[in-house]
Nanobody
């Protein structure tokens, strides 16, 4: 069974930092890309950051609202991604979900996408 497991959410004061981790597990040979989405109460889900996890190339994507504050990184061997969130603002409060796009087994494509269960990030004093 393929799973995407997240960790690292919590409560932080404005201006603080948090690091989210996400790893894909199961009989997987490759994931095309992985990223983080977030959804705040009453708002639409938005893509925060994503990165290629198959080839090791390409530039990460960042939403304008997090550019210069968030950094996404990867460990292709572990099929894992990390989101370092700095200078956090109350507006960053949301449930952050990890997304895996294109999950492959050696026999072929297993899933077009797999979602994690989500982790709550609360930025408040």
């Amino acid at each position: 069974q393929v799973q995407v497991l997240e960790s690292g959410g919590g409560l932080v004061q404005p201006g603080g930092s948090l690091r989210l981790s996400c790893a894909a597990s199961g009989s997987i040979t490759r994931v095309n890309s992985m990223g983080w989405y977030r959804q705040a109460p009453g708002k639409q889900r938005e893509l925060v950051a994503s990165i290629d996890t198959a080839t090791g190339g390409g530039s990460p994507y960042y939403a304008d609202s997090v550019k210069g504050r968030f950094i996404i990184s990867r460990d292709n061997a572990k099929i894992a991604v990390y989101l370092q969130m700095n200078s956090l603002k109350p507006g960053d409060t949301a449930v952050y979900s990890c997304h895996a796009d294109g999950v492959w087994h050696f026999t072929g494509l297993l899933y077009r996408e797999v979602w994690g269960q989500g982790t709550l990030v609360t930025v408040s004093s």
